[in-house]
């Protein structure tokens, strides 16, 4: 293996700001479309455990679909085909601004609602049933019952896995550079086309990858360490 | 709705030029998936044998490659091995083999995981009687605690093959003429109907993927089952779901 490393050069000037925007873009999105499938997440698994039977199956063929499809043709089903899926206001909302950022996140957050409503629901089984009904029985309705009782105590077991789904949505965010989103692995590929450096750029963005993905599997073992412990069953 | 352009390039959709050319569409997607997954397999169980074994300059090479894969994209992977693989190997590599390489070394880290957990799920007791019973460890390995912990392990290998089936639309990136490249290019020489082709590339996704799951969820079924009780099943299928 001939090749002269040319470290400095993704290291200084315009190559290291690329990459550090990439970086920004790629928190961005993923920390945006976390928040949004979590939300997206929690509504599913909810209208999931409502006990109507239509809902049920509407909630369970959503989850099944979006788990067993590639992300990257959602992705090109939202991009190219928003057009005809989507209605027009929010079409042209979208073109105003910044269309494939809006459509990454859209496609990323659909697709990882899908795996957190499973997880969610996997809290909400542990939680003993009678909590539901005892709180039922106090006279609160089934969504104050829920939103009150049920998630919180479910929230707090589900946090170690809702982390390490972030840290999927970052590695998942890098499809989006299919349809033209600037984040990081977007960045490396820009500086290789310019200037054929592309294992000091890959390399500079695998370690943001690997750093991100130290950083958050850390903060799981802290939240295991010192808050876990404290949840009695 | 245009769904005669999805109709009229399904034979382009499920095989590619396929007799008169190369072959692609589904039909490469899933042999990329199991070649991918046979190789994986080795890899997984060698590095997950590593990964537990007692001496340092075994157990740590192979921490750092499990982690260092965990923490990485595939689409950064395939990048790499695109752009290593000719400065290694002095020549180009056709873009098939070389997402076929990137899919083995990922989903390898990932089935090693896979193989750690197995085998640590299995009872002390057994690699201990095997021990006083005479065999060395590596017979006791290879006889007693591994077919079983590999037998539990079946379930996740699909799961692990049903990821990597949606992983090889991927390989779209460096231009393999699979499924997802083979949809982009029928979309592109069309115009017209976008959000048809994509939602039937979806569905032939769909019905593979989501079949090979419900085998995986009878499997772990039956395998727990004859095991332990329904307990157990429950407390598999509660740690499954909180692992994918």
Redesign the interface.
């Known amino acids: 293996m001939n090749y002269d490393f040319n470290w400095m050069i993704v290291l200084t000037g315009e190559y290291r700001d690329w990459l550090i925007q990439g970086l920004v873009i790629t928190l961005k999105i993923s920390g945006i479309s976390i928040v949004l499938s979590m939300i997206l997440g929690t509504i599913i698994t909810t209208l999931r455990m409502t006990g109507i039977k239509i809902l049920e199956w509407i909630t369970i063929s959503f989850i099944e679909f979006f788990r067993n499809t590639p992300l990257l043709i959602q992705l090109f089903f939202w991009y190219f085909g928003s057009d005809a899926v989507l209605p027009d206001s929010v079409n042209q909302w979208l073109y105003a601004h910044n269309y494939e950022f809006a459509v990454g996140v859209l496609a990323l957050t659909i697709y990882t609602s899908a795996f957190i409503a499973e997880e969610i629901r996997a809290g909400i089984i542990s939680i003993p049933k009678e909590q539901l009904e005892a709180s039922r029985a106090t006279g609160l309705s089934f969504v104050q019952a829920y939103a009150y009782v049920v998630l919180p105590q479910a929230f707090r077991i589900v946090i170690p896995t809702l982390i390490s789904q972030f840290l999927n949505l970052t590695k998942n965010s890098s499809l989006a550079m299919t349809i033209g989103v600037m984040e990081l692995t977007y960045m490396a590929r820009q500086i290789e086309s310019y200037s054929f450096r592309g294992f000091e750029a890959f390399t500079v963005a695998t370690l943001m990858y690997i750093c991100l993905s130290l950083i958050i599997s850390l903060c799981i073992n802290i939240y295991n360490k010192k808050f876990l412990r404290m949840i009695k069953y | 709705?245009h769904w005669e352009v999805v109709w009229n390039n399904m034979d382009y959709f499920l095989l590619g030029r396929y007799p008169a050319g190369p072959l692609g569409g589904l039909a490469l997607s899933i042999l990329l998936a199991l070649g991918g997954i046979f190789l994986a397999f080795w890899i997984g169980i060698i590095f997950g044998l590593l990964r537990l074994s007692k001496r340092w300059y075994l157990r740590i090479p192979s921490i750092i490659y499990i982690?260092?894969i965990?923490?990485?994209?595939?689409?950064?992977l395939i990048?790499?091995f695109y752009?290593?693989a000719p400065?290694?190997f002095h020549r180009p590599m056709p873009e098939a083999r070389t997402t076929l390489m990137a899919f083995a070394v990922f989903t390898g880290a990932y089935v090693a995981e896979i193989v750690r957990a197995g085998i640590l799920s299995i009872p002390k007791g057994q690699m201990e009687a095997a021990r006083s019973s005479g065999l060395n460890h590596r017979q006791a390995m290879t006889y007693i605690v591994l077919p079983q912990a590999l037998r539990n392990m079946i379930p996740s290998f699909v799961n692990q093959f049903?990821s990597l089936t949606?992983?090889?639309?991927?390989a779209?990136?460096i231009g393999v003429q699979e499924l997802?490249r083979a949809?982009?290019q029928v979309?592109n020489r069309s115009l017209t109907a976008?959000?048809?082709i994509?939602?039937a590339?979806?569905v032939i996704?769909?019905i593979i993927?989501?079949s090979l799951?419900q085998t995986s969820r009878w499997l772990e079924k039956r395998l727990s089952y004859r095991t332990a009780g329904k307990i157990h099943q429950k407390a598999i299928e509660?740690l499954d779901?909180?692992?994918?």
Do not use: H, Q
């Open positions: 709705m982690e260092i965990r923490g990485t994209p595939l689409l950064l990048f790499w752009f290593l400065v290694i049903v949606k992983d090889t639309s991927l779209y990136i997802t949809a982009t979309n976008p959000a048809e994509f939602f590339i979806a996704y769909f993927c989501f799951t509660l779901d909180s692992l994918e």
